[in-house]
């Protein structure tokens, strides 16, 4: 999908004047002039065939160029983010909880924590009201001890199943080194990068060697569809129901849970996550741009989304991955 404009400036603009009889037409020359030369698209054989891409995401302290690749999850060793955090114990602002199930449970940013809970109040009270009707008591000891034995069984196959299937999953890496995303300023940086043999994340890739002896500066031209303006995001939210931007936001939703995944950055990934309401707005997005009766419902549900929960929330997202952003001239 194409990245459209968010601001747009109107210029006023003279009309052209008919030049007197006497004087020469605009254009008019004692020799020939050369045909128009138009700029084709850029040559993307090289992107295709290795199956990277290169990607330009803006943010508050500026725009920047990396790459990215997907591949598959067993395929991919995550990167170190212990020297990240270790350097920088505030970098996420979140307290770690495990439970006795030993999972990590984070505690979001307590503003926007505060926000979302007052959101999510009504949709809480319903499911423990189903829990409550569904309640009831068992018929014999015996029979419950046969039925948990038969639950682990099948829960320990799915749970084989769910592995195997999570390592064929396709998951985003980025151009990064220990947990920090880097950013050059300019496509010649990032292919001297390349050509370099600095450690980094997609060094792994198959594909990468090849890449740093064929890449050149002017291979570096993204898509539209792999630029991102997250530095646009807070503000469009903030302006108000009428004025947001499905793309912009939509956009904006697809890098951050990538560059949330591939940068473990657990407080990005659980805020985005199905069921949040930064999820719900995503979804009512998506809705809202497609035609007939889904797209009615879309926008009415955007209504009822509250544009300050919104707005701070993804102003967190854009904090977060700002502070692991490694930028390169």
């Known amino acids: 999908m194409g990245n459209p404009t968010h601001t747009e400036v109107s210029v006023a603009r003279q009309s052209p004047q008919r030049p007197d009889a006497d004087e020469p037409e605009l254009g008019d020359t004692d020799g020939p002039t050369g045909p128009d030369v ?49 350097d920088d114990p505030f970098l996420a602002r979140r307290q770690v ?13 307590e503003e926007f924590a505060a926000l979302s809970a007052e959101d999510e109040t009504e ?6 009201g189903d829990g409550k009707r569904a309640g009831g008591k068992g018929t014999t000891d015996t029979a419950d001890a046969d039925a948990d034995e038969a639950d682990d069984a099948a829960d320990a196959d799915e749970d084989t199943a769910d592995e195997d299937t999570e390592g064929d999953e396709e998951v985003p890496v980025f151009l990064s080194h220990k947990g920090r995303l880097l950013l050059f300023k300019t496509p010649e940086s990032l292919v001297s990068f390349v050509r370099s043999g600095a450690p980094n994340d997609m060094s792994q890739l198959d594909g990468w060697n090849e890449l ?11 898509r ?64 809202s741009v497609n035609g007939g009766v889904g797209g009615f419902l879309g926008r009415r549900r955007l209504k009822k989304i509250g544009a300050q929960t919104a707005s701070l929330g993804w102003r967190t997202i854009v904090g977060k991955i700002s502070a692991v952003v490694d930028w390169r001239d």
């Open 97 to 109: 909880v495990d439970t006795e199930d030993d999972e990590e449970v984070v505690i979001l940013d």
């Open 224 to 287: 539209d569809e792999d630029t991102y303006e997250l530095d646009l995001v807070v503000e469009n939210l903030r302006g108000g129901h009428d004025t947001w931007d499905p793309t912009l936001l939509i956009e904006a939703g697809e890098v951050a849970r990538d560059l949330s995944y591939a940068l473990r950055l657990p407080a990005v990934l659980d805020m985005l996550s199905a069921g949040s309401s930064l999820d719900d707005l995503d979804e009512a997005l998506r809705a």
């Open 212 to 222: 740093s002896e064929r890449v050149e500066p002017a291979d570096i031209a993204p």
């Open 123 to 128: 949709a809480d009270a319903d499911r423990k």
């Open 38 to 86: 138009e700029s084709g698209p850029a040559d993307r054989s090289l992107w295709e065939e290795l199956s990277i891409d290169p990607v330009e995401i803006a943010l508050p302290a500026g725009t920047g160029f990396t790459l990215r690749a997907y591949r598959a999850a067993r395929e991919l060793t995550p990167t170190d983010v212990a020297e990240r955090d270790e």
